[in-house]
C-alpha cells in the first residue's frame, strides 16, 4: 500500500513493533493448534459427562418443570422488531433470533454484550475491558457502524463516529425481558444505519417486577457487581426502581500486564406502567462512570509515540414515555418521545450530546387480506465536542435533524399459506438528504409447522459529524533523510451514505417438544463503503519542518460479502436441553481492505442439565476463526498487518435454587486459556486479551 507515493517499506520503523507482535501472534497461532485439540476433547468429554447425568437422575428430572422459557416450541414464542406487531418467530420473515429470560439467568453472563455471543450469525469481540466489537454478516468494527442497537425503542448508536458505545449500555439483566436480534437490513420499520442488523433490548413491564429482587456477584475480574431492584402497585399502575454499580478489574496483554483499563459504573433508574386499553409507559435512567485508558499518541519527534494514561469519564441520563391504544386486535396506535443526554471525556476526545426523539406509528387492518402498518418520526441530535491533539473536529458542535415517514402493508395472498410483506422508510437528513429504504418479503408456510421466507432490501448508513469535519492524526514516522512525516485522515462533506442490498433466504422447523431447526442464508451487495485516499504531501514549518500526507474520507467502489447460518435447540429428556449454532462468511477481496476484520467461521454449543434438589449445570463451546487484516475502527486504516488467531471459549456454571428466594452459581468463563486476544485495537492502543475468570453469584428475591 502507497500513500501519496511513498511506499509502505518507508514506514518500517513505525510498524517494527507490530511485525514483531505478528510474528509473535503467529508462533503462539502454531502452539495453540494443540491446545485446541485437547480442548475439543475436554468439550467432549464434557457432554458425556452430561449425558451420564442425564441417565443417572432421569427419574427425578422427569418431575421438573424444565420447559418454560426455552425455544423448543417456536410458535411460543413473539417477536416485535421485525414488523413492529407482535409476531410468532415461526411466522417471521426475517432471520430472527431471541434471548429469552431464561437463557440471561442460565448464561452466568453479567452484560448484554457477554450474552450476545450465543446469537447465531453475531460476531462478538470483546476489545478491552470495557468494549466490545459486536456485529452481524461482515464488516465489524470498534463501535460496528452497520449494527443499529434500541433498548425499549430508544436508539442508542451514536452519530459522532457511528456505532455503539457498549460500555454505557449496561443494565441490570435481571430487568430484561428479552433481546430480539434481527440479521439483515430493518431500515424500513426503524430507518438508516439498520443496516447489518437491529439488536433491540426489551425491558419488562413494571407489572411483573413486584417486590424486592437483589443480585451480588464477586469474581477476579468483576470486583465487585451488585444490582437491587424494588416494585409495588401505585394507584391502578405499577412501578420500579433499580440501582446497579460494579468494578471491572485490568485485563492484560500477551505478557500478562495489566493494561490500565480497569473501569467502574453506578446506574439507576425507573420504570411506570399502567395497562388496559390505554397503555402508558414512563421510564429513565442515570448512569456515572470511570474508566482507564492509555493510548499512544503520534508525535513528530522519535520514537514519533508517547504513551498517555489518564481516566475516561463518562455520565448521561434519559426519560421515555409511551402511550398505546388498542382499537381493536387488528388496531392500535403507539406514540413515544424520548430525551437522552449523553457525556464522555476521554483522552483522545470529549462529547456532550443531547437527543429528542418523537415517534408515532399506528396498525389497523383493510379488508381481510391487508394489515397495514405507517408511522412518521423526527429527531433532533446535537453535539458540542472538544479536542486533543489527535482527533480534532471543526466545527466543534453539529446538529442532525431527521425526519422520516414509513409504510409497510402485509399482504395475505392464501390464507395461512402464503403472505407478502411490502413497504418502505422515506427519511430526510442533515448529512445527506433524502435516503429511500424499501423491502420485499414473501413467506410460505405449508403447515403450522414449517416456514419458507425470502427478502430483498435496500439500507443506508448515513454519514457523522466524524466523517465530514474530523482530523485524525494516525501516525508519525521518518524518511531515510529524517524528515518527520504525519500521516493524518481528513474528513470531507463530499462523503456520502454508504449503500446496502441485501438478498435473503431462510427455512425455520418447529419440532415440537423435541426441538428446532432454524436456518439463513444471505447476499449482501455493499455500494459507496467508507474507503480513504491519499492526498498530495504538504510541507508544513510548524512547530516545526515536517511532511504532512492527508487520507480524505470517501465512498469507495462496490463489495459484497455472503454465507449461511444454521441454528438447532434439541431436548434430549425433559431435564437437558441443547442449542447451537454454526456461521460461514465469505467476503471479497475488495471488501476486506474497505473495513474491518470477521471470523470466516464460527460455531458455539450449549448445555443446560436441570440436576434432583434444585441443581444446574450449563456449559458453552464457542469457537470463532482467525481474524485477518483488522482496520481501524475510526478511520478505516489498516493497523499494521495483524492476526488475531482463532480461539474456543469454554464457560462452566453451577447453580442451586435453593428455593423460590434463594439461588446461588459459581462458574468459569475462558476455561481452556490463561487468556487469548479476541479484537485488534485502534492504531495506539496497546493490544488487550482476555483472561480466565471465576465467579460466584448470589440472587435474592424477598
Known amino acids: 500500500m502507497e500513500f501519496g507515493g511513498l511506499s509502505r517499506k518507508g514506514c518500517a520503523r513505525e510498524y517494527r513493533s507490530v511485525d514483531a507482535a505478528q510474528r509473535t501472534a503467529s508462533h503462539s497461532a502454531v502452539s495453540r493448534l494443540g491446545r485446541f485439540a485437547r480442548s475439543w476433547l475436554a468439550a467432549c468429554l464434557l457432554i458425556i459427562t452430561l449425558a451420564g447425568g442425564i441417565l443417572a437422575a432421569d427419574d427425578a428430572s422427569e418431575k421438573l418443570n424444565l420447559a418454560k422459557a426455552s425455544l423448543e416450541d417456536l410458535a411460543g414464542i413473539e417477536v416485535t422488531s421485525v414488523s413492529r406487531r407482535a409476531e410468532e418467530l415461526i411466522a417471521t420473515s426475517a432471520a430472527a433470533y431471541v434471548i429469552t429470560q431464561e437463557d440471561i439467568r442460565r448464561s452466568g453472563m453479567t452484560s448484554v454484550p457477554e450474552l450476545l455471543r450465543m446469537v447465531p450469525g453475531l460476531d462478538v469481540a470483546r476489545v478491552n475491558s470495557s468494549m466490545w466489537a459486536i456485529s452481524s454478516r461482515g464488516l465489524n468494527e470498534r463501535f460496528a457502524k452497520m449494527m443499529l442497537v434500541l433498548i425499549d425503542g430508544r436508539s442508542v448508536y451514536t452519530p459522532l463516529f457511528s456505532g455503539v458505545f457498549w460500555d454505557v449500555q449496561d443494565l441490570p439483566l435481571s430487568t430484561v425481558e428479552r433481546i430480539e436480534v434481527i440479521r439483515g437490513p430493518g431500515a424500513t420499520m426503524w430507518g438508516a444505519n439498520a443496516v447489518n442488523g437491529i439488536i433491540n433490548i426489551i425491558t419488562k413491564n413494571a407489572k411483573d417486577t413486584t417486590g424486592s429482587f437483589a443480585t451480588a456477584a464477586y469474581g477476579t475480574d468483576e470486583r465487585p457487581l451488585g444490582d437491587v431492584r424494588h416494585g409495588g402497585k401505585i394507584g391502578s399502575g405499577f412501578y420500579r426502581v433499580y440501582a446497579r454499580g460494579f468494578q471491572q478489574d485490568n485485563f492484560v496483554d500477551s505478557s500478562g500486564d495489566d493494561t490500565h483499563d480497569a473501569w467502574r459504573q453506578r446506574r439507576g433508574g425507573f420504570r411506570m406502567d399502567w395497562n388496559g386499553r390505554d397503555s402508558y409507559t414512563l421510564q429513565g435512567d442515570l448512569y456515572d462512570g ?373 439461588a446461588i452459581s459459581i462458574g468459569a468463563r475462558n476455561i481452556l486459556d490463561k487468556q487469548h486476544l479476541e479484537f485488534a485495537g ?11 475468570s471465576f465467579y460466584g453469584q448470589v440472587a435474592l428475591k424477598f
Open 682 to 692: 485502534f492504531t495506539g492502543e496497546q493490544a488487550t486479551e482476555i483472561p480466565r
Open 290 to 662: 470511570r474508566e482507564q485508558e492509555a493510548f499512544a499518541f503520534p508525535t513528530l519527534l522519535p520514537p514519533f509515540t508517547e504513551l498517555r494514561t489518564g481516566t475516561s469519564v463518562v455520565s448521561g441520563g434519559n426519560l421515555l414515555g409511551r402511550w398505546s391504544r388498542s382499537i381493536s386486535d387488528d388496531s392500535e396506535m403507539t406514540f413515544q418521545a424520548y430525551y437522552d443526554r449523553t457525556n464522555r471525556d476521554s483522552l483522545q476526545f470529549g462529547e456532550k450530546r443531547t437527543t429528542y426523539d418523537l415517534d408515532f406509528n399506528h396498525r389497523f387492518a383493510s379488508g381481510s387480506r391487508h394489515s397495514i402498518i405507517w408511522g412518521l418520526g423526527y429527531r433532533n441530535t446535537r453535539d458540542s465536542t472538544s479536542s486533543s491533539d489527535m482527533i480534532m473536529l471543526d466545527p466543534a458542535r453539529s446538529t442532525r435533524r431527521t425526519a422520516g415517514a414509513f409504510v409497510q402493508d402485509d399482504v395475505t395472498i392464501t390464507k395461512n399459506r402464503l403472505r407478502l410483506t411490502l413497504g418502505s422508510k422515506f427519511e430526510d437528513n442533515t448529512h445527506s438528504g433524502f435516503e429511500l429504504q424499501p423491502n420485499l418479503r414473501l413467506l410460505y408456510t405449508p403447515d403450522d409447522r414449517h416456514t419458507l421466507w425470502t427478502a430483498i432490501s435496500r439500507a443506508v448508513r448515513t454519514p457523522t459529524h466524524g466523517e465530514h469535519d474530523a482530523r485524525v492524526n494516525l501516525m508519525a514516522f521518518s524518511l531515510p533523510d529524517d524528515t518527520p512525516v504525519l500521516l493524518f485522515v481528513r474528513g470531507g462533506h463530499k462523503f456520502d451514505s454508504e449503500e446496502l442490498t441485501a438478498y435473503e433466504l431462510g427455512y425455520r422447523s418447529d419440532l415440537g417438544t423435541r426441538g428446532s431447526v432454524d436456518i439463513a442464508a444471505f447476499y449482501n451487495s455493499y455500494n459507496k463503503l467508507r474507503m480513504l485516499e491519499a492526498g498530495a504531501p504538504v510541507l508544513e514549518f510548524s512547530p516545526f519542518p515536517h511532511l504532512e500526507i492527508p487520507l480524505d474520507i470517501v465512498n469507495g467502489g462496490h463489495h459484497h460479502t455472503h454465507g449461511a447460518e444454521i441454528a438447532f435447540n434439541w431436548n434430549f429428556t425433559p431435564a437437558w436441553r441443547m442449542s447451537g449454532s454454526y456461521t460461514w462468511l465469505s467476503r471479497g477481496l475488495a471488501a476486506a481492505a474497505a473495513a474491518g476484520a470477521d471470523p470466516k467461521n464460527q460455531f458455539s454449543i450449549r448445555s443446560q442439565l436441570d440436576l434432583p434438589r434444585g441443581m444446574e449445570m450449563d456449559v458453552s463451546a464457542y469457537y470463532v476463526g482467525r481474524l485477518d487484516l483488522p482496520t481501524d475502527a475510526v478511520t478505516g486504516v489498516q493497523s499494521g498487518i495483524q492476526t488475531v488467531p482463532s480461539y474456543l471459549r469454554l464457560d462452566l456454571r453451577l447453580g442451586w435454587r435453593a428455593n423460590d428466594s434463594v
